[in-house]
């Protein structure tokens, strides 16, 4: 998927009523059955590694902490430099929603720019006690692996943290690695979600043949 290749099992209807397509653009974004939710879920996690790593402490989906809202960011934690909390909220995006009409064909990181501005004005609604504006975080990943401009700033000021045992700064090192583990947590986790959906409509319609990809 990840290289664009045509997925020959991804044909049929999704439970959700729509037609599959072979590029598994609906397998991947629908929401029926768990799929963007499950991906989602495992990049929280390991964004909370990332934080456990500098020894920052945080809390994942903290409740009630907005006095206006039921909302939820991904993880709150402490930044030190500003001396605020930041709300780190953590999505995804794929570069061919109908909503973009062709703008990834030509910009770079169309997707996650859209989806960051969503994410911007939908936080800048957001009341903490007091009457307190949170400090808010998009990280948004797109499918094929491109971060939103955010997420990488962010990522490189924490890697700013970052000492090796000896005790010196290594962000180049900090960030090659979590760039890694982010990418192949999201490419696991896409697959993950394929696997599963295209198992239960296998087994629920026998008029998609599995044998066809052996
Ligand atoms: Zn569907």
Same mark, same amino acid.
């Given at each position: 998927m990840r290289l664009g290749c045509q997925m020959p099992l991804a044909s049929g209807q999704c439970d959700c009523g729509k037609e599959l397509d072979s590029d598994g653009y609906h397998l991947i974004t629908?929401?029926?059955?768990g799929g963007p939710v499950i991906s989602h879920n495992n990049m929280v996690l390991a964004w909370s590694d990332c934080l456990s790593q500098l020894q920052l402490h945080h809390v994942k989906?903290?409740? &009630?902490?907005?006095v206006n809202s039921e909302d939820r960011s991904d993880i709150v934690v402490f930044d030190s430099a500003s001396g605020v909390d930041l709300e780190l909220d953590i999505a995804l995006a794929h570069?061919?929603?109908?909503?973009l009409e062709g703008l990834s064909a030509t910009t770079q990181r169309a997707a996650a720019t859209r989806r960051e501005n969503l994410k911007i004005k939908k936080y800048d609604q957001e009341l903490l006690p007091g009457g307190f504006r949170p400090t808010f975080v998009p990280i948004v990943f797109k499918h094929f692996g491109c971060w939103g401009e955010k997420a990488e700033d962010y990522l490189k000021k924490l890697s700013q943290l970052s000492r090796d045992k000896? &005790?010196?700064?290594?962000a180049s090192t900090f960030k090659t690695y979590w760039r890694s583990v982010f990418s192949v947590c999201l490419q696991r986790s896409n697959a993950r979600v394929i696997d599963r959906k295209i198992k239960k409509i296998v087994s629920r319609d026998s008029n998609i043949n599995i044998n066809s990809c052996t």
């Open positions: 629908c929401k029926t059955g989906e903290p409740r &009630g902490r907005y570069p061919w929603s109908n909503e000896d &005790g010196k700064p290594n």
